[in-house]
């Protein structure tokens, strides 16, 4: 098992910053990929970036390429998700995510196993 806490949501006027943070207890995230998804009111869920496990290759959502920087630490169990240039389309709870049995960095949020609780992001215009 593993269990999933974000951290570092709020509130940010647009073109602000935020960084995310995911923390990871219970086993070491460097056996997992590692996601970030959001949901915004009345939509689904949609993938935002994903890491593999050493760092090596990362996945961006086209809607954030350019703005978001995902990254890790797995001597600290922990994941980042910097946003910058934040848009209002951004506002939307914002969960860290871990995929156990995956080959290759996926968007498809069926193939994580565990998730975190979502912290909010608003930003404002």
């Known amino acids: 098992q593993v269990q999933l806490v974000e951290s570092g949501g709020g509130l940010v006027q647009a073109g602000g910053s935020l960084r995310l943070s995911c923390a990871a207890s219970g086993r070491t995230i460097s056996s997992y990929v590692m996601g970030w998804f959001r949901q915004a009111p009345g939509k689904e869920r949609e993938f935002v970036a994903a890491?593999?496990?050493?760092?090596?290759?990362?996945y961006y959502a086209d809607s954030v390429k350019g703005r978001f920087t995902i990254s890790r630490d797995n001597a600290k169990n922990t994941v980042y998700l910097q946003m910058n240039s934040l848009k209002p389309e951004d506002t939307a709870v914002y969960y860290c995510?871990?995929?156990?049995?995956?080959?290759?960095?996926?968007?498809?949020?069926?193939?994580?196993?565990?998730w975190g609780q979502g912290t909010q992001v608003t930003v404002s215009s």
């Open positions: 890491i593999s496990r050493s760092g090596g290759s990362i």
């Open positions: 995510a871990a995929a156990r049995y995956v080959g290759q960095l996926t968007p498809i949020d069926t193939t994580y196993d565990y």
